[in-house]
């Protein structure tokens, strides 16, 4: 990733990173300590630092960042209704521009309650929940780096259509129950996606072709995540494992249709997507087929306005992280030990500083704890989808932020994990780690039933 | 080698554990010794859902049943008296899903309920098309349409938009279609709370043994964070938007002129999550009033006055919105109407709420 001249330099960097972060680490040990054991509580740190709400409801997702200011809070109030706003096909008086291919009609439909989506295709009042992103292994990348696309098809698989227009395929999920278990005894059952996609001429798509499930997530800190410099994320990183741990995490390297440059990759499933503003205008041309000034596609004119562009980014940057819950239960600071001792930090990274040149001042600085650590990891051939994406293998995903997971069904009603939402529970999303967690894994399921229920009541207070 | 990755692992973890080993986030407000109020709030969970939200899906299924009767004798009988009935049919509906959208989620939400009644606008270019076209109208067939091609707001352009004169078979079978799918919708929504494998009732009166409600406050905090949705969208959405960009296309049930009723049944609806009470339907629970007021009695009166004063002030908003949006004349009201929505909302988030937390 780096050439020879660049290495010393980054050395001093990484120097100057250890020594803040030392610092910082310890005022936060005395300020945590300050006056601890006399029945004063400690401050704990807070899952998304000055932005964090205290809500567990299933609008917890939804609320605005608490640090905003009068004009952004204004700005991201605009965003909420730009999110929410149902496209349909032109000409139209209201949000024209729908399709004619598309997988859903607004952010919100998918991103439900600015929660997850669901592993569902074709659902009548839903649409699809989930997408799938193909390639041509024998094709042409159209930038720098990134996926081939199927011919006639692109990059991704529109299976709704306005009326008149024939969706480009039919998709379906089945699932194929796998039961296992622990060395203990105890019994689990996992499921896999078996997908099928049948195209519009009634024809299978062809077999070479690499297809990847991929389920909506959520929406919450996602302004805070952009704001960790990237030297964090180089500093972080281990692409090489140099310290044996066999944890080898790496940025992906992606295009920037703006910059038209390589920039660290940072949402996504794969890290595929630099910023929030590429990541809003790919899903609105993508999703819906809505056309923005970033990517215009044929249209003489965009679907949307640089304002709303501007307006939906926006809100995508500014939504607040609830607050844990329960952190005074004793079980859950059991389980918070059992994560560490297990290892599920080292990629699930507990605890980031956002940068102090951000372009939202509310986000800059920020001690947050998003457990993640942005990098693409090899997860083993379980969850493999055998279709890489820039830099990342078909066995990388980028480390799923964990903040508010213990909403999930709260938010939902549900429970789905993972890329594909193949896990139910978080126990399932567990026991499909493989590849570099396969250790961390198997320490999970040599665990006690106690402890492991432990681990699973620490992740539900996050 | 000394790996940076590891170091800053290290540190963060450090940092984390010691942090938060002693733990202060205290979300867990139940206390000691406070079992009668736990009593209480386990009473005013199962009022709410018994006899709020249940009640009000059940009185939408069968208005929904209603409408559908009522549009099927238009189609047979296509006459200017049917039209009206028929539009009185789409109005007594209404009633009850707006009320309802005081508690948006559960099944409502990820069951795709909301979309498939209520997605608006509708996409009329679709629309033309589909009556265009030589497709069969069947329930089925409108059932595998988008949601922006049915629902109420696609029924009720159909009801309310055109002249008896201009409706033709294609528009009686789709609208037949439509208002059937409708039914069917109502009637899911329904059921979800109250049968199946695991009704969400259940689930909501059980808070505290699941995730979806890991606590009794948590079920409780959700009502009130329905309330307030829907508060908060009232002011600042339903009338904001097309009041501040002075856009009629962005007016809610436009068509059939009833955006200051629906406005009213939504808080109405957030009266109803408030007092436990159904009163469309007689009946009395125990409501959040009464928890607040075991606290404090003025505040838990008062906010029932402001949410009481936020539907007056609707109702003062000259009829009909559309066009009152457009006029200097109606501005103080249809401000004063955002206020008072905006003053509920506050006392409801800023003294109700950490009362009862």
Not at chain 2, 191 to 201: A, I, L, N
Request: with cysteine; hydrophobic share 35%; glycine share 8%.
């Amino acid at each position: 990733m780096f050439n020879k001249g660049e290495k010393r330099s980054e050395d001093n960097y990484v120097r100057y990173v250890l020594i803040l972060t030392a610092f910082l680490a310890m005022s936060f040990v005395f300020t945590a300590c300050d006056g601890g054991g006399s029945g004063e509580e400690a401050e704990p740190i807070r899952a998304g630092g000055d932005t964090s709400v205290d809500n567990r409801t299933s609008f917890a997702f939804e609320a605005p960042a608490s640090n905003l200011s009068e004009e952004s809070l204004d700005k991201h109030l605009e965003g909420d209704i730009t999110f929410g706003d149902v496209f349909v096909t032109p000409p139209a008086p209201r949000n024209p521009g729908l399709g004619p291919l598309f997988n859903n009609v607004s952010c919100e439909a998918c991103h439900i309650k600015n929660g997850r989506g669901l592993p569902e295709f074709g659902n009548t009042g839903l649409r699809s929940l989930s997408l799938v992103r193909i390639s041509d292994p024998n094709g042409t990348p159209t930038v720098p780096g990134g996926n081939p696309p199927v011919e006639g098809l692109g990059n991704q698989i529109q299976d709704h259509a306005t009326f008149g227009f024939e969706p480009e395929a039919d998709v379906t999920l089945e699932w194929e129950e796998i039961i296992g278990n622990y060395p203990d005894g105890t019994s689990y059952n996992l499921r896999r996606p078996i997908l099928s996609v049948t195209l519009a001429n009634g024809e299978p798509l062809v077999s070479e072709y690499l297809t990847s499930v991929r389920l909506p997530p959520p929406v919450i800190g996602l302004g805070l995540l952009e704001a960790i410099p990237d030297e964090t994320l180089i500093a972080i990183a281990d692409p090489d494992d140099e310290d044996g741990d066999g944890i080898s995490g790496r940025p992906n390297m992606v295009w920037n249709i703006v910059t038209l440059e390589t920039e660290i990759g940072r949402f996504g499933r794969k890290a595929s997507m630099p910023n929030l503003r590429q990541q809003a205008a790919t899903a609105y041309f993508e999703d819906m087929g809505v056309s923005s000034p970033d990517i215009q596609g044929e249209d003489a004119e965009p679907d949307i306005d640089e304002e709303t562009l501007d307006i939906t980014t926006f809100y995508t940057q500014t939504l607040a992280v609830p607050l844990r819950l329960n952190t005074d239960d004793p079980d859950v600071a059991d389980g918070e030990n059992i994560f560490f001792d297990l290892g599920c930090n080292l990629c699930h990274l507990s605890v980031v500083e956002t940068g102090d040149d951000y372009e939202l001042p509310e986000m800059r600085n920020q001690v947050i704890q998003p457990f993640t650590d942005l990098l693409l990891h090899d997860m083993g051939e379980g969850l493999a989808d055998n279709r890489p994406d820039f830099e990342a293998t078909g066995r990388e995903w980028r480390t799923a932020p964990l903040w508010g997971i213990g909403l999930t069904a709260t938010v939902l009603g549900l429970q789905n994990y993972l890329h594909d939402g193949r896990a139910r529970t978080l126990e399932e999303a567990i026991l499909w780690h493989g590849g570099e967690a396969e250790d961390v894994k198997d320490g999970f399921m040599n665990l006690s039933k106690e402890e492991r229920d432990k681990l699973l009541k620490f992740l539900s207070s996050l | 080698m000394f790996s940076t990755k590891r170091i800053l692992v290290f540190i963060f973890s450090v940092l984390f554990v010691v942090s938060c080993g002693g733990g202060g986030d205290d979300s867990d407000g139940s206390g000691d010794g406070g079992g009668t109020n736990d009593e209480l709030i386990q009473t005013v969970i199962n009022d709410y859902v018994d006899q709020v939200v249940i009640p009000t899906y059940e009185l939408l299924s069968e208005r929904a049943t209603a409408l559908r009767v009522a549009v099927e004798v238009l189609r047979d009988d296509p006459t200017q008296e049917n039209l009206e009935a028929a539009r009185d049919a789409w109005f007594d509906a209404r009633v009850p899903w707006e009320q309802s959208e005081s508690w948006l989620f559960g099944p409502v939400d990820f069951k795709g309920h909301d979309p498939a009644l209520d997605t608006w606008p509708v996409n009329r270019t679709d629309l033309d098309a589909v009556l265009e076209s030589g497709n069969d109208l069947t329930e089925d067939f409108v059932a595998n349409l988008d949601p922006s091609l049915k629902g109420f707001h696609t029924a009720e352009y159909l009801l309310f938009a055109f002249d008896i004169e201009e409706l033709g078979d294609r528009e009686f079978d789709y609208l037949v279609s439509v208002v059937s799918d409708i039914e069917t919708t109502a009637a899911e929504l329904y059921t979800d709370w109250v049968g199946g494998e695991e009704p969400f009732g259940d689930i909501m009166k059980g808070a505290g043994s699941n995730s979806v409600f890991p606590s009794e406050e948590s079920a409780v905090e959700q009502i009130i964070e329905g309330m307030s949705i829907i508060l908060d969208e009232v002011a600042n959405g339903k009338i904001a938007e097309p009041y501040d960009n002075q856009d009629v296309e962005a007016v809610e049930s436009q068509f059939s002129f009833n955006s200051r009723q629906d406005f009213t049944d939504d808080i109405r609806g957030v009266l109803n999550s408030y007092t436990g009470d159904q009163p469309d339907l007689g009946l009395v629970g125990t409501g959040l009033n009464e928890l607040a007021a075991e606290s404090d009695p003025e505040l838990a009166q008062r906010l029932e006055d402001e949410i009481n004063a936020a539907i007056a002030a609707i109702l003062a908003i000259p009829q009909p919105f559309r066009d009152a949006i457009l006029d200097p004349d109606a501005a103080d009201e249809i401000e004063a109407a955002q206020e008072a929505c905006r003053q509920a909302f506050d006392t409801l988030n800023e003294e109700v709420l950490p009362i009862i937390q």
